[in-house]
C-alpha cells in the first residue's frame, strides 16, 4: 500500500500520438489536508475512495489505500466533498517498461499537463521520453488536493 512515483511536467503534446488508452476522470476530496487526504473518483462507469497519506521527504512515497466503490455512491459523495473538483483526461503511454499517466487538466486548471510514472522501489532508474519536461516530484502545489484549493489558472 505503498505508492512510489515521479511527476513531471511536459514539452508538448506529442504523448497523444504515442497513448494506447484515455479516459475521463472526475474527483472531488473529502479532506484535503496535508497530512492526508481522502478522495472521491469517477473513472467512466466504476468509481473509487482513496486514502493518501503525507509523502516521505524525498517526494517520491506515500501510503495509498483505494477501494472501489458503487458509482451511485460515489456521486453522493462528490456532493459532500471540499469546493473545487478536478476534471482531466488521463493518457496511458508505454515507454520502454514503464507506463507513463499523462493527465491533461480542465476547467480552474486547464493548461495544465502532469505525466506520473509508479515505481517498483525509490532507487529505480527510468527512461524518460523526449516529450517529458521538468521534474516535480515532491512539489506539493502540483499534488490534485492542491490543484483544488489554488487551481492552476490562478498562478
Known amino acids: 500500500?505503498?505508492?512510489i512515483e515521479r511527476k513531471f511536467l511536459l514539452k508538448d503534446n506529442?504523448?497523444?500520438k504515442e497513448a494506447y488508452d484515455s479516459f475521463y476522470i472526475k474527483q472531488g476530496y473529502l479532506?484535503?489536508?496535508k497530512e492526508r487526504t481522502t478522495r472521491i473518483r469517477i473513472t467512466?462507469?466504476?468509481a473509487f475512495i482513496?486514502?493518501?497519506g503525507k509523502s516521505s521527504s524525498s517526494g517520491l512515497s506515500r501510503f495509498e489505500w483505494e477501494k472501489t466503490i458503487p458509482l451511485a455512491e460515489a456521486e453522493e459523495l462528490l456532493k459532500l466533498c471540499e469546493p473545487g473538483q478536478i476534471e482531466k483526461q488521463r493518457f496511458l503511454v508505454k515507454f520502454e517498461n514503464h507506463t507513463?499517466?499523462?493527465d491533461e487538466f480542465y476547467k480552474d486548471n486547464e493548461g495544465l499537463c502532469i505525466a506520473e510514472v509508479e515505481l517498483n522501489s525509490e532507487k529505480e532508474k527510468v527512461s524518460l521520453p523526449a516529450w517529458i519536461g521538468k521534474e516535480v516530484t515532491g512539489d506539493l502545489k502540483y499534488y490534485n488536493s492542491a490543484l483544488i484549493n489554488k487551481p492552476y489558472t490562478t498562478w
Open 50 to 52: 482513496t486514502v493518501k
Open 1 to 3: 500500500m505503498q505508492e
Open 14 to 16: 506529442s504523448f497523444k
Open 44 to 46: 467512466g462507469e466504476k
Open 100 to 102: 507513463f499517466e499523462v
Open 31 to 33: 479532506n484535503s489536508h
